[in-house]
């Protein structure tokens, strides 16, 4: 996957990406996202997190020079 997506987009071709989410919705949504602990931890720790692909190599370098890609999960302020 590239991201966070509304349904399967092997499933649906008309899914929709997020380009963020907060935990609150990813895990009342059901999106399947992460583990509900590690979820749960990341929220109330105020850890974000960013869903990307990893099958461009170049996709670690974007997403730590704050490039937007992805889906980024993060608490609800």
């Known amino acids: 996957v590239v991201g ?3 349904s399967d ?3 649906n071709p008309g899914a929709m990406q ?3 989410l907060s935990y609150s919705r990813a895990l009342n949504d059901n999106l399947q ?3 509900m ?3 749960s931890f990341c929220n109330d720790s ?3 997190f960013l869903v990307f692909g990893m099958e461009d190599p170049h996709n670690i370098v974007r997403a730590v020079s704050g490039e937007n890609i992805g889906t980024l999960i993060k ?3």
Do not use: N
Request: hydrophobic share 35%; charged share 35%.
């Open 4 to 6: 966070v997506y509304d």
């Open 9 to 11: 987009p092997k499933k």
């Open 18 to 20: 997020h380009d963020s």
């Open 33 to 35: 996202v992460m583990v």
């Open 37 to 39: 602990t590690a979820a």
């Open 46 to 48: 105020k850890i974000p």
């Open 75 to 77: 608490s609800e302020e």
